[in-house]
């Protein structure tokens, strides 16, 4: 779909010219592939090459305001989704119907229910989350939450190079003078100090950090700089890395129900993998993922973050009176509600129904959501009204939102693929802001709450989603501006 303005202008004038473009590129990838920030190929998988992952020649043009807006609602955020994780009530009424018709949210929450019934035995959760925005240019640029992730949110390490790599570009394009409003991001640095803050709260000698991963990591880079980070700075903690499959195998729990993995128990599970369907294939990673809930092990997420990380709370949260209730009416609460836009539940109710209609009479204005992560589930344009009116008298309707649609504005740039022709089109290109928030804490105690770093990715303006792993979107950093 090509989307109408409003238009931010790039941060240098363009286009450049091709011998300059050409050989700045080629300092360009060279940087990109000396600093790690990579992706192996999937194409071509091996072990032993990585290649460039896709990114943004020059920085995107972020509004200031809206950024920093970003940056100081985060804390509120993370708080806002511990007491929602929190709150047993809330989730039940909210994901009820979505259950009877999502196999693999029902399978989550009913390792939640089990281990409630059995006794919590680790009261700590440990959150590294991501809440992602999109300015909407019918409304002066403003910020517009997409979505809140609070499972294996990634990029966090890569996009912490990225404003080195931009930053290097602009220079030895002669453009040095507007690195100054290039923000730093340490957001690398902040998430790991998440997981060690986590382990030491744990206090268990010997005990050792797990990272849960799929089976193939494609996103190797952005996994591995957390573990070589907190090697760097911790060099006392064992990071293991494993899959849901050789958690299955290899660990128990003993009778103070620790999680021992190689004889040692486990602090910290930090999950980069299980937030999809396709990587619990057989039961096994099921028992597994609940043989972790089972016990003392710190999980990021613990399976109340994961519920609540789901597309079906963010649209109750949207419901009128609902963030009152966790937050009160004071100002802040007002500052969140504005990030939101239209979500509808598609329940067989009255507001189900008009729902419906609404999209109906004008799809395009929205997009519909299942309850999934990992991107490439969404419904755009005009396939929404194929979907309703197919869905419209079956029961997995209850398992989509209703989201309206953001539209932001665009920007001229390069985008720098692997094996794409150099030098690249200038083409318009959209970009989605993530923040990343880490929160360490019980049901009735923070101990800790902070934002700790951003990430920018950046896609074709017509092009529906932008995953960086998906092979859609590309990696990118802001360049604040004031409108
Ligand atoms: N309301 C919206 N308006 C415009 N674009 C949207 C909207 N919702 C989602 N998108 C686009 O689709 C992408 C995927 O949506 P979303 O983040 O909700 O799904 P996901 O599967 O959870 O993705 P992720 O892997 O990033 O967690 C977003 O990054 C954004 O580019
Ligand atoms: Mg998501």
Redesign the pocket.
């Known amino acids: 779909m090509s989307q109408p303005e409003p238009r931010l202008a790039p941060c240098i004038p363009l286009p450049l010219e091709d011998k300059a473009l050409t050989e700045i590129i080629e300092k360009a990838k060279d940087w990109a592939l000396m600093h790690g920030v990579g992706m192996r190929d999937k194409n071509h998988f091996t072990k032993d090459a990585i290649q460039f992952a896709p990114f943004v020649l020059l920085p995107s043009p972020f509004p200031r305001q809206e950024f920093n807006k970003a940056i100081e609602l985060q804390t509120v955020l993370n708080e806002l989704m511990h007491k929602v994780a929190h709150d047993e009530a809330f989730l039940q009424r909210t994901l009820q119907n979505a259950l009877e018709v999502d196999e693999f949210t029902a399978n989550l929450y009913n390792i939640w229910v089990k281990v409630k019934e059995e006794g919590i035995a680790q009261s700590v959760t440990l959150g590294l989350f991501r809440s992602?925005y999109?300015m909407h240019g019918p409304d002066n640029n403003k910020l517009?939450q997409?979505?809140f992730?609070t499972i294996a949110s990634s990029f966090g390490a890569i996009t912490s190079h990225l404003p080195t790599l931009n930053r290097y570009i602009i220079r030895q394009l002669g453009h040095g003078d507007i690195v100054k409003n290039m923000p730093e991001n340490r957001a690398l640095s902040g998430l790991c100090t998440g997981i060690t803050d986590a382990y030491d709260l744990f206090g268990v000698p010997n005990a050792v950090v797990v990272f849960v991963v799929e089976e193939v990591s494609y996103n190797i880079c952005d996994q591995r700089f957390h573990e070589f980070e907190i090697a760097e700075k911790r060099p006392d903690i064992t990071i293991f890395r494993k899959t849901l499959n050789e958690i299955y195998e290899e660990s128990s729990l003993n009778d103070k129900k620790q999680l021992i993995i190689e004889e040692r128990p486990v602090a910290v599970v930090y999950y980069r993998s299980g937030y999809e369907p396709a990587q619990y294939p057989t039961q096994r990673e099921w028992d597994a993922r609940l043989r972790v809930e089972r016990s003392t092990a710190i999980k990021c997420p613990s399976i109340g973050y994961h519920l609540a990380g789901t597309?079906k709370v963010q649209q109750a949260l949207a419901t009128p009176g609902v963030l009152e209730g966790f937050m009160g009416a004071g100002g802040v609460t007002g500052r969140v509600r504005d990030i939101f836009?239209g979500l509808y539940s598609l329940d067989f109710d009255d507001s189900g129904e008009r729902a419906v209609e609404m999209a109906l009479a004008d799809a395009t204005r929205f997009?519909l959501?299942p309850q999934?992560?990992?991107?490439?589930?969404?419904v755009?344009g005009a396939d929404v009204r194929d979907a309703l009116l197919r869905m419209r008298h079956g029961r997995e309707r209850m398992a989509y939102i209703l989201?309206?649609?953001?539209?932001?504005p665009l920007v001229k740039g390069y985008v720098v693929r692997p094996g794409a022709s150099v030098p690249p089109p200038l083409v318009d290109l959209v970009s989605?802001l993530g923040i990343f928030g880490v929160i360490i804490g019980t049901k009735d105690k923070i101990y800790s709450n902070k934002q700790v770093g951003h990430m920018l990715?950046t896609?074709l303006a017509d092009a529906?989603?932008?995953?960086v792993a998906?092979g859609l979107?590309a990696l990118d950093s802001p360049l604040l501006v004031d409108l």
């Open positions: 992602d999109l517009k997409v979505e992730n597309k836009t997009v959501k999934r992560e990992g991107g490439g589930h969404n755009y989201m309206e649609r953001i539209l932001p989605e990715r896609k529906n989603e932008g995953g998906a979107g």
